[in-house]
């Protein structure tokens, strides 16, 4: 009877104890609630900042799953509440190519949202791309005509704090007076055809609120004034030297803390993380955790180059602005880093994506002033994503095993820091946002059209208890 104990645990015990666990874990989940219901059409929430400064709307664009943001005619916001529904921004005649909105933010303490917006001299033969967009501002007390904030010059000479692409996952600052985004370059997507040489190259920049930019208009239609002054804030190149800090991608980005981070002088500094692609000494790409720092005036022109670029250049960056890689995973077993990197309010923690020594996927932290890295989940499976800190600072939620999962910060054992918060399902929730108070985490549903069988991103949310 001794040896058949092992084959019983196996394949009977075992799957009970676990059953157990996913029931002591899921017996008190926080209950959840459908706000929208419509499945005409998406919901999507996009991994961005979606609360309206008092909590009680939601932000969202109406992306289809065949055109993406290029067929997304509408801004819109729903009360959380009471599901009430109101159309912040209507494109009238948006076509499957353009020029399309979505991807919105709202402002951190205003009644305002920031969303990309394609040209609006979109066509079938010149779509909505990367490098055909820019970040437009609905001022809701001023009705739904939009301003756009990065100014676009594709004519020489071009114009200082203006840009010569596309803006995109644009992100205000906790104080609501910067906006940051990634990039791409129209002038080098032309070389790009022109030679089949790879320059067009992912980057990040930022905007402030420092003046308007104007630009000469052409009939075209490609130039676009902005009412902010725009600049890249990172260097990238097309072939990084082997074994060094030069990136040929720079994306996954987020400003770090409400209002920057505290050097080590003690003064503060603004600055963004994000997830840069290096060569390691192999010439293998392998992306590590960056850090710019943003000098407070942005329109000095710095050591690299005009801050508009040249005919056969990026723009570069300001003086002032500085990049320092903080992970150096590429002699490590698994090496890499993932997602988007994510930041604690006080700025002092950094949150991404990497795999463990096991292979698997898992929550790393790391200061913003270097150091070595803390690794802070410890699953047994990889963790899917979209990290995001509770405004609090003690915790993170993420998408681990088709469930809302929340691990608090600190010592411990892991199983006593990590919960589950939603039952796992497939597909899993996504695109999770905390509310200001940190008492509401919405996030997107894909539901699933009975009759139709088509899905439809729908969003939920939950209110956790502390």
Known sequence: MKQKWPVIFVFYLLPLIRHSMLFAQTAVLPQEIQVTHDLKYHHDLDNNDNFSPDDQWLVY????????????????????????KKVLYHIPHNKPWGPGAGAVSYHPTRNAVVF????????????????????????EEHGPSPVFIDARDVTPPFTP??????THRHEWSGDGQWIGFTYNDAIMKTIEDQTGNKVNLRTIGVSKKLRPVQVTYDKAGENVPGIWYSVLVVRVVPNPKPGSDEISYAAGDSWIGTNGYVKADGTQQMARAFIGTV??????????????????????????GPLEGTSTGFPMPPKGAVQRRLTYTADTAHPGTIGIVRSSPDGSRLAYLAKDSRGVKQIFLISPLAG??????EHESDVEGSVRWHPVGQSVTYVWDGSLMLCKIGGGPFTERSRRLTLPTTPAPLNPVWSHDGRTLAYNRDIKDSQTGASTRQIFYIRPDF
Do not use: C
């Open 161 to 166: 704090g203006a840009l010569r692409g596309g």
């Open 61 to 84: 664009d109406t992306r289809t799953s065949q055109g993406g943001i290029a067929e997304s005619a509408t801004i819109e916001k729903v009360h959380i509440k009471t599901g009430d």
């Open 116 to 139: 990309i917006h394609g040209l609006q001299n979109a066509t079938e033969q010149n779509p909505y791309q990367q490098w055909r967009r820019t970040g437009a501002m609905i001022d």
């Open 372 to 377: 070595t890295p803390i690794q802070l989940t």
């Open 279 to 304: 060569k390691d000494k192999d010439n293998n790409d392998i992306n590590e955790v960056f850090v710019v720092d943003i000098p407070s005036q942005i329109d000095q022109p710095g050591e690299w």
